[in-house]
């Protein structure tokens, strides 16, 4: 390590399931936020079509069906964890 070099870290808590693997918004492969996904079901509450669903979030037709028939993000969190991330040497 060059001397008065230093190392920063980031730290944030994520939601995780009964495996301890990441959920939600935080997941690796999330497309859309929590509040999103919210978003998306109240729409088809109120009767939008999948396919205009769809368009709105930038999104396919059969990503919407999983999540409005609850096959994608309708895992319940079981637990925290904390990850740590170095962002700086």
Not at 15 to 36: C, F, P
Not at 54 to 79: D, E, L, N, P
Request: hydrophobic share 45%; net charge positive; aromatic share 6%.
């Amino acid at each position: 390590m060059k001397s008065g070099s230093f190392v920063v870290f980031s730290r944030r808590v994520v939601l995780v399931n009964e495996n301890g693997h990441v959920i939600g918004e935080d997941h690796h492969r999330a497309k859309l936020s929590n509040a999103q996904v919210e978003d998306l079901l109240s729409m088809r509450d109120q009767g939008v079509k999948y396919v205009d669903i769809a368009k709105a979030f930038g999104i396919s037709k059969t990503a919407v069906a999983y999540i409005v028939t609850f096959r994608r993000r309708a895992q319940t969190a079981m637990g925290q964890k904390t990850l740590v991330k170095k962002v700086r040497a």
